[in-house]
């Protein structure tokens, strides 16, 4: 914590406040707060008081609800570059399609604490990459793998209890679907309807 006076090229003072909050838990994690451009020194110490209050609560939320998913994402994201984040060794073309994936799809949690994530989520996730008609139900399926990395290893490093994703199917659109087969019933009166409204396909269908 600190209060820094500053002068501007025309004499003039303000005061630029810092204060941070570490855990005592985990070295990683800390909070800073900072305000710039402060015109008194009493201002300051005032504004320093308050930061330093609302670090502490932050720090505490953040430890009792564990890492938000943006940080466990980029811890993720460093231990597989130190060769680090697997069990299975993977190739670099995967651990960066990986982190295509996850940074592209998931931005939205980046802000949740990653225990709060839950198969809706992740089911919501889905239903959005399987409407984009842009997208195939592969984009999905890697998304879910990338997902699944992500999980496995904060499961194991304890930043996470659950992984979200097991048991989450991927339900794919009618596009993809098979089409239907028609029953022999159902073929004849399809004939019948051509023939009556004299449809033009009905001349060129076999019938029998």
């Given at each position: 914590m600190a209060i820094h006076e500053r002068v501007r090229p025309d004499g003039s003072k303000y005061f630029y406040v810092y204060v941070v909050a570490k855990s005592k838990k985990d070295r990683s994690l800390r909070v800073q707060k900072e305000r710039d451009l402060v015109p008194t020194y009493k201002e300051a110490d005032r504004i320093q008081k308050r930061l330093k209050n609302e670090a502490k609560e932050e720090l505490f939320r953040r430890e009792f609800n564990g890492d938000t998913w943006g940080t466990i994402v980029k811890k993720w994201r460093e231990a597989f570059i130190n060769?680090?984040?697997?069990?299975?060794?993977?190739?670099?073309?995967?651990?960066?399609?990986?982190?295509?994936?996850?940074?592209?799809?998931?931005?939205?949690?980046?802000?949740l604490p990653a225990n709060q994530i839950k198969p809706a989520d992740v089911t919501l996730l889905y239903?959005?990459?399987?409407?984009?008609?842009?997208?195939?139900?592969?984009?999905?399926?890697?998304?879910?793998?990338?997902?699944?990395?992500v999980f496995n290893w904060a499961i194991l490093n304890r930043k996470v209890k659950d992984n979200p994703v097991t048991g989450v199917p991927i339900s794919h659109n009618s596009e993809e679907s098979r089409p239907q087969i028609l029953t022999l019933t159902e073929i004849h009166r399809l004939l019948d309807c051509g023939q009556q409204l004299g449809h033009e396909w009905y001349d060129v269908c076999p019938k029998g």
């Open positions: 060769g680090k984040g697997s069990v299975k060794p993977i190739t670099v073309n995967t651990l960066n399609d990986y982190i295509f994936l996850v940074e592209k799809y998931t931005k939205d949690w980046n802000k239903s959005d990459l399987m409407l984009d008609k842009e997208k195939s139900g592969a984009t999905a399926k890697r998304t879910r793998s990338a997902l699944n990395s």
